[in-house]
Nanobody, 125 residues
C-alpha cells in the first residue's frame, strides 16, 4: 500500500484544516489507517485511527472533540478534519496503514507498516 498525505499548512490558533491520506495499491477491508504526528524534539504520537471495515475510530485524548477522522471508500482516502487548532498541534502529520489492526490496537504504532511522507501543520498563536 502506498500512501500520499496532503493538506498541511500554516494557520492561526482556532482555525481549521483538513488533511487527506490517499491510499493506492493493494488494499482490503481489513486495513486500518491512522494519523500520527511528530513535533520537533518529540517522539511520534498517535492522533486518530479508523478501521476501513465498520468505521470504528480511536482518538488521542488531546484531540477528542476537536479532530474527526473519516474515510471515503470510493476514493480510498482517509481524512482528518482538525478544528480549534492550537499551537501545540504543530507537527509533521503522518498517515499509516496496517492490515488486520484490531479495534483495541488502533492507537499502537506497531500495527501500521505502510507510511506516507508526512505533511507539516503549523499553528501560530
Amino acid at each position: 500500500v502506498q500512501l500520499q498525505a496532503s493538506g498541511g499548512g500554516l494557520v492561526q490558533s482556532g482555525d481549521s484544516l483538513r488533511l487527506s491520506c490517499a491510499a493506492s495499491g493493494r488494499t482490503d477491508k481489513t486495513y486500518a489507517v491512522a494519523w500520527f504526528r511528530q513535533a520537533p524534539g518529540k517522539e511520534r504520537e498517535f492522533v486518530a485511527a479508523i478501521r476501513w471495515s465498520g468505521g470504528a475510530t480511536s482518538y488521542a485524548d488531546s484531540v477528542k472533540g476537536r479532530f474527526t477522522i473519516s474515510r471515503d471508500n470510493a476514493k480510498n482516502t482517509v481524512f482528518l478534519e482538525m478544528n480549534s487548532l492550537k499551537p501545540e498541534d504543530t507537527a509533521v502529520y503522518y498517515c499509516g496503514a496496517g492490515r488486520g489492526v484490531i479495534i483495541s490496537a488502533l492507537s499502537s504504532y506497531n500495527g501500521y507498516r505502510s507510511w506516507g511522507q508526512g505533511t507539516l501543520v503549523t499553528v501560530s498563536s
